[in-house]
């Protein structure tokens, strides 16, 4: 019997064709998500939106009733690299791109980044990408959803509700404590977002 006949057979290699169909599939599913449908290609605004105005329905109103706004987590192989690399252009068109969102649609993607992601404490990120509250937020904002004032504004929401519990301490430190969970983190941020709606609301 030869050495040869010993040698198992190489494992083929991953193939990064796939990997690149994956990403591809994730943009056009996200692009898809986006079409605005309206009446007329000329028209910049919704069906919807232009049967609320021939209505007369307040503007605030329209603006409470339109939906949260859809976040495309990067592929995982985006999520591994370091995160400046969110900050590239086609990655910012592709998600937030520069997108205004109110203080409570921030603090609910960023719940769901951390239920995407994996929640982590003790830094901003994981090796394996996963991110503690403000690494979950600062995804948001390197991707272009909302700007520094927003998140500013989402941070002062989570201290109002730890300062309601007695806790003086800075979000992200009891993020990092001891003992803390993923399940606490996800009810502090889910609880903030709720005060803010409910601020936002005439």
């Known amino acids: 019997m030869t050495a040869q006949t010993l040698t198992a057979p190489a494992a083929p290699a991953p193939d990064l064709a796939d990997e690149a169909a994956l990403l591809v599939r994730e943009i056009e599913q996200y692009l898809t998500a986006r079409v605005r449908t309206t009446a007329h290609p000329l028209v910049t605004k919704t069906t919807a939106e232009l049967v609320a105005e021939a209505?007369?329905?307040?503007?605030?109103?329209?603006?409470?009733?339109?939906?949260?706004p859809v976040l495309a987590a990067p592929a995982r192989a985006l999520r591994?690299?370091?995160?400046?690399?969110?900050?590239?252009?086609?990655?910012r068109q592709l998600h937030g791109g520069g997108r205004q969102i109110s203080v409570a649609e921030h603090l609910e993607l960023t719940a769901l980044v951390i239920e995407r992601y994996g929640w982590h404490r003790g830094a901003l990120r994981s090796s394996s990408g996963r991110r503690c509250i403000l690494g979950a937020q600062a995804v948001l904002f390197r991707l272009g959803y909302g700007d520094e004032t927003t998140a500013l504004a989402a941070g002062h929401r989570l201290q109002a509700v730890l300062a309601a519990r007695g806790i003086a301490e800075p979000y992200h430190r009891w993020n990092d404590a001891t003992g803390r969970t993923r399940e606490e983190a996800l009810a502090l941020v889910r609880t903030a977002a709720n005060h803010a709606r409910q601020a936002d609301r005439p």
């Not at 209505?55 to 949260?68: C, I, N, V």
Request: hydrophobic share 45%; charged share 20%; glycine share 4%.
């Open 80 to 91: 591994l690299l370091p995160d400046w690399v969110l900050n590239f252009p086609l990655l």
């Open 55 to 68: 209505l007369g329905t307040p503007a605030e109103d329209k603006l409470s009733s339109r939906p949260a």
